[in-house]
T-cell receptor, first 110, second 114 residues
Framework: SQQGEEDPQALSIQEGENATMNCSYKTSINNLQWYRQNSGRGLVHLILIRSNEREKHSGRLRVTLDTSKKSSSLLITASRAADTASYFCALNTGGFKTIFGAGTRLFVKA | GAGVSQSPSNKVTEKGKDVELRCDPISGHTALYWYRQSLGQGLEFLIYFQGNSAPDKSGLPSDRFSAERTGGSVSTLTIQRTQQEDSAVYLC????????????FGPGTRLTVT
């Protein structure tokens, strides 16, 4: 399967703590993207990291990519209750087709 | 500016009926995608359109599913002879041409087949 696999499936933390989610995959990729979904409806694009990049930052988000291990991680620092959502990694293997993983459900307790 | 819009937001239909779901992408976006998401699951790729190229239909689960995109803009996903397993949220997304990048998603259509 080309699908990314997120780990853990669910994560519960206290507000202020850091949250780390991982994505592993089996195929070669052009880029990897992370998305957030609230309440089971539309997804919001968070960050894109290309295959020749190792780390990217956006606000409280930090994404790493290790192409040798075929894995990526999303770190959310100083989490807030509003970060409660499902987070998906999505693989682009070339062209425009993008394959989404099953997601990690994050719950941040106030 | 306006984002991706989808209609209807909710649709309840009887088993065996046909349904049409509509997606209006962001103006100027030439790539358009359809996904399906069952409750608590990830996104299942269905189809995507890119400019005037032939669409990639590799994700359509059966020949009951079809999609078209008129004038390079609005897209309609049609499900014929709906089955209960078709119940899901159908998400549409669009992105700009040339460089695959982040997709902009609509709010989805929740389809319930009774």
């Amino acid at each position: 399967s080309q699908q990314g696999e997120e780990d853990p499936q669910a994560l519960s933390i206290q507000e202020g703590e850091n949250a780390t989610m991982n994505c592993s995959y089996k195929t070669s990729i052009n880029n990897l993207q992370w998305y957030r979904q609230n309440s089971g409806r539309g997804l919001v694009h968070l960050i894109l990291i290309r295959s020749n990049e190792r780390e990217k930052h956006s606000g409280r988000l930090r994404v790493t990519l290790d192409t040798s291990k075929k894995s990526s991680s999303l770190l959310i620092t100083a989490s807030r209750a509003a970060d409660t959502a499902s987070y998906f990694c999505a693989l682009n293997t070339g062209g425009f087709k993008t394959i989404f993983g099953a997601g990690t459900r994050l719950f941040v307790k106030a | 500016g306006a984002g991706v819009s989808q209609s209807p937001s909710n649709k309840v239909t009887e088993k065996g009926k046909d349904v049409e779901l509509r997606c209006d992408p962001i103006s100027g976006h030439t790539a358009l995608y359809w996904y399906r998401q069952s409750l608590g699951q990830g996104l299942e790729f269905l189809i995507y359109f890119q400019g005037n190229s032939a669409p990639d239909k590799s994700g359509l689960p059966s020949d009951r599913f079809s999609a078209e995109r008129t004038g390079g803009s609005v897209s309609t996903l049609t499900i014929q002879r709906t089955q209960q397993e078709d119940s899901a949220v159908y998400l549409c997304a669009s992105s700009r041409d040339r460089v695959p990048e982040g997709q902009y998603f609509g709010p989805g259509t929740r389809l319930t087949v009774t």
